[in-house]
């Protein structure tokens, strides 16, 4: 079993920066895919970010590429995403998870974190 808690949620201006980070518990994330979603009010939750065990390959949404950046730190146990230019439209709960490439395939995911709110004002 895995638990993941996000922190670093919060409320921004349009075009600031937030760091929203996952902490792992339970097992060593370092076999897993990890990756970020997100689910806006009134829509499905969707795909935000992802990357490889290793952390050699990175995968966004086209709507947060060249502004989000995912990473993660195996021996600490985390996950982190670097939202920049910021944007009303990014206002979602944001949710890490745990689990095998593609991420995209909900079957594929073994682990959920909480969520975190991330509000961004015009």
């Known amino acids: 079993q895995v638990q993941l808690v996000e922190s670093g949620g919060g409320l921004v201006q349009d075009g600031g920066s937030l760091r929203l980070s996952c902490a792992a518990s339970g097992r060593n994330i370092s076999t897993y895919a990890m990756g970020w979603f997100r689910r806006s009010p009134g829509k499905e939750r969707e795909f935000v970010a992802g990357?490889?065990?290793?952390?050699?390959?990175?995968y966004y949404a086209d709507s947060v590429k060249g502004r989000f950046t995912i990473s993660r730190d195996n021996t600490a146990n985390t996950v982190s995403l670097q939202m920049n230019s910021l944007k009303p439209e990014d206002t979602a709960v944001y949710y890490c998870?745990?689990?095998?490439?593609?991420?995209?395939?909900?079957?594929?995911?073994?682990?959920w974190g909480q969520g975190t709110q991330v509000t961004v004002s015009s």
């Open positions: 990357i490889n065990w290793r952390g050699t390959n990175t």
């Open positions: 998870a745990a689990g095998s490439l593609p991420l995209t395939r909900s079957r594929n995911i073994g682990y």
